[in-house]
């Protein structure tokens, strides 16, 4: 991801957290936060209570490639955090893609298409 279309400062995270909406899934939470006349801007955290950085990385990687794949289907004006749910192995690809495309759906975040059929 370019850096201008990441979340990466503190104060960043806590306004999402703080002012912005929430739903949740299986294996992901998703915090979301309309920011209008603004490009779509997201970031990825899992909690340390998930032992091993091996573990928490190998996380993270699978949530930014799910996320690569669907975000030009997403809605710009957001800034959105997807969190990875605490569990003791990390959950496989397709589990982390399917969570993650439903809870987008029922946020409202993917965009109002028009295909004219």
């Known amino acids: 991801m370019k850096q201008n279309t990441r979340l ?13 909406r929430r739903v949740s899934g299986k294996v992901l939470t998703v915090h979301y936060l309309k920011r209008p006349n ?7 955290t899992v909690s340390r209570r998930l032992k091993g950085a ?3 990385n190998r996380y993270k990687r699978l949530i930014r490639e799910s996320l690569r794949l669907v975000r030009p289907e997403l809605k710009s004006g957001y800034d959105i955090i ?6 003791e192995q990390v959950p496989d690809y ?3 893609r399917l969570d993650m495309n439903s809870l987008f759906k029922r ?3 993917w ?3 028009c295909d004219g059929t």
């Open 8 to 20: 990466v400062k503190n104060y960043e995270f806590s306004r999402v957290y703080q002012k912005g």
């Open 38 to 44: 603004r490009g779509l801007r997201t970031g990825v």
């Open 107 to 109: 946020a409202g975040l």
């Open 54 to 56: 091996v573990k928490r």
């Open 94 to 96: 397709d589990s982390v």
């Open 111 to 113: 965009q109002d298409r």
């Open 82 to 87: 997807i969190m990875g749910k605490l569990y």
